[in-house]
């Protein structure tokens, strides 16, 4: 890649996050948020997303445990009136509920927020008929640039199909973003000196009109030539992640699962950052502006 193609890969996707947030705004989708133990940051989290006005919000989960987070957020008193920011509904079962409403077209979107991963994922993929979970995450780095990234499910990403698969999928994703694709695959080390894998999946991948280059295991080139990483699998996809945002000073956005009909932001119940996703959700429903 050239200076000038790097400069153009710079601008477009230091514009993507604000593009993210108009559409998000333009929209202004009903999203639905799973809530289990919910937290003051829970509910700062789905309070500023409404505030921002990117969706109106359905907390999924225990009425009483989501009212009791809310009022030590605001700092209001046990038998004092208050007017929640969002709807509640209220459920033992918040897994199953928020898969409910996605499908039946009562909501716009959802996130995972902090519903349980195993349960929430088995019900949307029993529910969407679909065999694999296709997850690609909106990272941001330290100094705030944004990379598409997968596979991040532990699980995910363990052949050579499935990893033509994520740029398929993946790639729609950033055309319908408005962002050209520049694809970087990086190779475990004990792959790194057989060309086999890599070269299938570049054929198959020009086979579609889409370009792809091995990095083999030169992360920082990747990330410097590229747009969307695909990690050799999932578990190191996972560990890259989270070392990026949880050690190097990077963000998650969410990571939304790759499907034609229903949008469903992934989370991790240790970041916090639902607003991002929340925003992500409403930008990618299918409801129009």
């Known amino acids: 890649m050239n200076e000038s193609e790097k400069t153009d890969k710079t601008d477009e996707m230091g514009r993507l996050i604000g593009l993210i947030e108009k559409i998000a705004v333009s929209k202004h989708a009903t999203i639905a948020m799973g809530v289990r133990d919910p937290d003051p940051e829970t509910i700062h989290c789905a309070t500023a997303a409404v505030e921002k006005n990117y969706a109106d919000v359905i907390l999924v989960g225990d009425r009483k445990e989501i009212e009791k987070a809310t009022r030590i957020h605001f700092n209001i008193g046990k038998d004092d009136p208050f007017i929640l920011p969002f709807q509640i509904i209220d459920t033992e079962s918040p897994e199953d509920e928020l898969v409910s409403l996605l499908v039946s077209g009562r909501v716009d979107a959802a996130i995972r927020g902090t519903a349980k991963a195993s349960d929430s994922l088995s019900n949307l993929k029993k529910a969407c008929h679909i065999n694999k979970i296709h997850r690609i995450a909106i990272l941001l780095t330290k100094d705030g640039s944004p990379y598409f990234f997968a596979p991040v499910g532990i699980d ?134």
Request: hydrophobic fraction near 40%.
């Open 156 to 289: 995910e990403g363990t052949t050579t199909e499935d990893k033509i698969e994520f740029i398929c999928l993946g790639t729609h994703l950033l055309n319908r973003l408005g962002v050209s694709p520049r694809v970087g695959l990086i190779s475990s080390p004990e792959e790194a000196g057989r060309k086999e894998a890599a070269e299938i999946i570049r054929i198959a991948a020009e086979e579609k009109k889409l370009r792809v280059v091995d990095y083999k295991t030169d992360l920082e080139e990747a990330f410097e030539q590229s747009n969307y990483i695909i990690a050799p699998n999932g578990v190191t996809g996972n560990l890259i992640f989270r070392a990026l945002t949880f050690l190097g000073g990077g963000d998650g956005l969410g990571a939304p699962i790759l499907m034609d009909k229903h949008v469903f932001v992934d989370t991790s119940r240790s970041a916090g950052h639902y607003t991002k996703a929340i925003m992500v959700a409403s930008a990618l429903s299918k409801k129009k502006k």
